[in-house]
């Protein structure tokens, strides 16, 4: 049975500043892992993905796995207060997506 | 492309009552899922269909929950005898064609209050 965790719960950050976000999962033969991002009253959309070790930058935000560690991170550089919302990691293996629980982000002006 | 549509978007139901939801998937694409989302428990799966046909209902509390699609264009949740835990958001996501690299488009949700 799947488990993802995320941390922390909830975060501030100024304008401005490197923001990151963690996922742990257990199932070493998981496959893709997403990172969503909700804003709040809206339908969760998805950020970015990733399926090897390593990293992939796509604008403001980066992804780092370590399937060996069993953890993946979310990165945002030069934090927006449009940021700001509810952000869910995800495992997939095959159809099934575990979602975490969520780090609610807000970025202060 | 209107995206997943899903109606109502509030549905308020008396203890006991009936509520049945509506998701409408993206054009084409052939996998439709269900998730329930509450503060506490957080996004959870509830069921997926693949090509119409009902792949996994690992996630339905047995007893009070069904979810059909009679075509490709809709799914229904219905939930019978409601009670004041079932108040939640249900989201419908959809997916081409289903796989771990393909990306859920989801709904902008039922938010369900029962009284």
């Known amino acids: 049975q799947q488990n993802v965790q995320q941390s922390p719960e909830s975060l501030i950050v100024p304008e401005g500043a490197r923001t990151s976000l963690n996922c742990t999962f257990s199932?070493?033969?998981?496959?893709y892992f997403w990172w969503y991002r909700q804003h709040s009253g809206k339908a969760p959309k998805a950020l970015m993905?990733?399926?090897?070790?390593g990293e992939k930058e796509e604008g403001r935000f980066t992804i780092h796995l370590n399937k060996a560690s069993l953890h993946f991170s979310l990165h945002i550089r030069d934090s927006q207060p449009s940021d700001s919302a509810l952000y869910l990691c995800a495992v997939t293996g095959g159809y099934k997506v575990v979602f975490g629980s969520g780090t609610r982000l807000l970025v202060s002006p | 492309n209107a995206g997943v549509i899903q109606t109502p978007r509030h549905k308020v139901t008396g203890k006991g009552q009936e509520a049945t939801l509506w998701c409408e998937p993206i054009?084409?694409?052939?996998?439709v899922f269900w998730y329930r989302q509450t503060i506490v428990q957080g996004l959870e799966f509830l069921t997926y269909?693949?090509?119409?046909?009902?792949?996994?209902d690992s996630g339905m509390p047995k007893e009070r929950f069904s979810a059909q699609m009679p075509n490709q264009s809709h799914s229904t949740l219905k939930i019978q005898s409601t009670q004041p835990q079932d108040s939640a958001v249900y989201l419908c996501?959809?997916?081409?064609?289903?796989?771990?690299?393909?990306?859920?488009?989801f709904g902008p949700g039922t938010r369900l209050t029962v009284l």
């Open positions: 993905s990733i399926f090897s070790n």
């Open positions: 054009s084409g694409h052939s996998a």
């Open positions: 996501a959809s997916s081409s064609p289903g796989g771990a690299d393909a990306e859920q488009f």
């Open positions: 199932d070493s033969a998981s496959q």
């Open positions: 269909f693949r090509n119409q046909a009902p792949i996994d």
